[in-house]
């Protein structure tokens, strides 16, 4: 029984806050259309049920994850909200108080409901930082004011509502972005959660001769805890009694349980075998492995480089050029007529500065990359793969270096049966004998051997007697002779000759292999080497990534010559081989010195390191930990799909780029025109809403359903296929 995992992460619990702040603000919004709408034109009749139509979808989608009844009643209910306040409005003696209540809307909105942004906004000035939080406030303070100024001087024929609607919508238009943003970062999840739910909330303690459950919390060191067989191990600990195959993945990511008896240490985490073990505990809190892995992860989420974004690096200038600009404009339409003898005009002189603030409230840039990324994340998703975070768009393409483990990434992660030596039989005889022999044990590498001899269409003989030696091998009586199977140790201490074997036996061993000694009735059959094997594709990927300029490293918890053998097979140049998970994540940090690292793995003792690459790839097939800790997560379980990631990463950004240039060609054309004084707030706000609609058909155009399918899956668990 291990840990619940029921609590949601920090990055859906703020998902849900902005997405409820973003609810509140179309809410509002609505509104504030219902309450300023004029249609007295072709173009202001149908502009305010486009605008209502486009918010009511959003609050759908919002909702949609909550269920279809729910989405639906509550859109529904908001349409005839809206309608009913225009069409009742001035029934409802609403139409004298309107600047009044479309004021306190943008009060609530800009100080309350986002009052987050207003903070940010802050910081960054105090920090000499302009970003689009200081240009979003700049805007909504603008829309403030101009309302304000109505309020107060009442001129004839000012828009005091459209002012503070202008506020309103303005501040919703940016809850939309920072939302639209969340919905790509939210699907990931929270890895040091899942790597600390792997340990078992409950340990079986012997004290006084008695074993009792007792809360994991409650375990002290010197403690004796019982693990049965096909259990997890709750502890850290050193074996007292017992002897059993302990699959330790998680500390040496290889895919071969190793054998555990008395004086052996075992890890909290690991599965047990078939075996029963009585444990000495050594660790317990955050000395254990878990714990310490654990806080590994986070100290390499927390060292993880930032990534400056192309539009944070465009912001830097845009945003102080609008505030500018605006302010000119505003002192030119009350500097020139004073200058010229001629009337002012306070009221153009407000138009100019508050519309170039409304026009060049960069919405439309801020939405370009999250759009961009939506797209991406769809192309991929069809290609089997699932890129999760931002990140992974930005930084993915600009990567110089990649680093692969070897179990599970770069091989198979499983045993099996590579080469054969027969001694006085054929190979399908001295595959059917040891077949007969293991057919009974449960031993991985037995398992490996049972299943190539029926993938080879060999049927094993029967078995009359079967015995297993913990940690060494079997004996059996097979078709009324004796067979032992097992080390090369175990078959010539049982008196077997194998000194002819001896060269191949060190040849395969030396060439990493695991090598089982057969012999029958005293007499040696040959030897089985199983090992790790290569997939298919692994060569071409390692291939097609050096082509495309890329360093390849091979990092592994193996042993040298294992790791020498694999990246010469497949043409790796740099090896680093024994080593432990918290050295993978000091190992990426230099090679971060020399540039951007992208980190491939699949096992528990992979996720720090792959949370410290600057974009960490995981295997679907491979442990929820290190998906969790990753930014790129392959669910086709392929090799080559990290090529694949690639390339979507640069056409991904690509992409962005051309929806940034298309938001700036509107805010280019847009800002000069407003700063004549001649454009009216609201239909800056109209331009704004045009730009966005143009960043949404480039990002989505021919594929809108991926935008669709990206906020309905908000709160949906991952699914991968494992192997």
């Known amino acids: ?17 902005e997405g409820r702040r973003f609810l509140i603000a179309v809410t509002f919004s609505l509104i504030a259309i219902a309450l300023i709408a004029m249609p007295t034109g072709i173009g202001t009749i149908a502009l305010p049920p486009v605008a209502a139509l486009g918010l009511i979808g959003f609050v759908f989608l919002v909702l949609r994850a909550q269920g279809l009844w729910i989405a639906s009643l509550s859109a529904a209910g908001l349409g005839v909200l809206a309608g009913a306040l225009l069409l009742y409005r001035e029934t409802l003696g609403l139409t004298l108080v309107t600047p009044w209540l479309v ?67 303005v501040a919703t238009y940016h809850l939309f ?64 009694e017992g002897h059993s195959a302990v699959d330790q993945a998680l500390v040496t990511g290889e895919p071969i349980p190793v054998e555990r008896s008395v004086g052996d240490s075992v890890i909290g985490g690991s599965m047990n075998g ?39 690096r465009i912001l830097v200038v845009y945003t102080p050029t609008v505030l500018s600009i605006a302010a000119l404009a505003a002192l030119g339409w009350i500097v020139l007529p004073w200058m010229l003898g001629a009337e002012l005009d306070l009221q153009r002189a407000v138009f100019a500065g ?144 194998l000194g002819p074997l001896v060269p191949r036996i060190e040849a395969l061993e030396s060439a990493g292999r695991t090598v089982i000694a057969v012999a029958r009735d005293g007499r040696p059959l040959g030897l089985l080497a199983l090992g790790d094997t290569l997939r298919p594709e692994a060569v071409e990927a390692v291939a097609a990534l050096k082509q495309a300029g890329l360093r390849t490293v091979l990092m592994t918890g193996d042993n040298e010559r294992n790791a020498r053998r694999v990246a010469a097979e497949l043409g790796i140049e740099a090896v680093h081989a024994g080593i432990l998970p918290g050295e993978k994540a000091e190992l990426i940090r230099r090679l971060q010195q020399d540039g951007r690292v ?74 000069p025109l407003a700063a004549t004084g001649l454009v009216y707030p609201v239909w800056a706000m109209v331009a704004m809403a045009v730009s966005v609609t143009a960043i949404f058909f480039n990002s989505l155009w021919g594929r809108p359903s991926l935008f669709f399918q990206a906020i309905l899956s908000v709160g949906k668990p991952v699914a991968l296929e494992k192997p």
């Open 274 to 312: 078939t075996g029963t073990l009585l444990v000495r505990v050594t660790a317990v809190g955050e000395a254990s492995f878990l714990q310490r892995v654990a806080r590994e992860v986070e100290d390499a989420r927390a060292l993880k480089p930032g990534l400056l974004h192309l539009v944070d």
């Open 354 to 497: 508050l519309s170039v603030l409304v026009m060049g409230y960069p919405c439309a840039v801020g939405i370009s990359a999250p759009l961009s990324i939506v797209r991406g994340a769809g192309e991929a998703a069809e290609r089997g793969i699932l890129m999760r975070t931002g990140e992974a768009f930005q930084g993915y393409r600009l990567v110089r270096q990649i680093a692969f483990d070897k179990t599970g990434t770069l091989t198979e992660g499983k045993p099996r049966l590579i080469e054969i030596e027969a001694v006085g039989v054929d190979d399908r005889d001295l595959i059917a004998v040891v077949a007969a022999a293991e057919a009974v044990s449960e031993h991985p590498l037995a398992d490996a051997i049972v299943t190539a001899a029926f993938e080879r269409g060999i049927t094993p003989p029967d078995v009359t007697h079967f015995e297993a030696v913990p940690g060494k091998g079997v004996g059996a009586r097979v078709g009324g002779e004796t067979v032992l199977a097992g080390s090369p140790r175990f078959v010539a201490e049982s008196g077997v000759d």
């Open 598 to 671: 992208a980190m491939v793995g699949d096992g528990i003792n992979d996720a720090p390191a792959l949370m410290q690459a600057d974009v960490g790839i995981a295997m679907g097939g491979g442990t929820d930990i290190a998906i969790d800790s990753a930014d790129i997560i392959i669910l086709s379980n392929r090799l080559d799909a990290v090529v694949t990631a690639r390339e979507i990463s640069r056409r991904s950004y690509r992409k962005m780029v051309q929806n940034v240039g298309l938001a700036f060609l509107f805010n280019g054309i847009g800002v």
């Open 103 to 169: 004021g306190a809307l943008a009060v609530v909105l800009v100080f309350g409901v986002a009052r987050h942004i207003l903070l940010m906004a802050v910081q960054a000035l105090r920090r000499g930082i302009l970003n689009q939080h200081v240009l979003l406030e700049a805007g909504a303070f603008a829309g403030l004011g101009g309302g304000a100024i109505g309020l107060a001087l009442e001129p004839t024929s000012y828009p005091t509502a459209p002012f503070f609607a202008v506020a309103v919508m």
């Open 177 to 240: 972005s920072e939302w639209l943003s969340l919905i790509v970062k939210t699907r990931s999840s929270q890895a040091v959660k899942r790597l600390l739910d792997l340990q078992p909330d409950v340990a079986r303690v012997v004290r006084n001769g008695r074993e009792e459950e007792t809360s994991i919390e409650a375990v002290k060191i010197g403690d004796l805890a019982r693990i049965r067989p096909g259990e997890r191990l709750p502890v850290d600990g050193e074996v007292v």
């Open 1 to 17: 029984m291990t840990r619940a995992s029921c609590a949601p992460s920090k990055e859906e619990r703020e998902l849900v806050r």
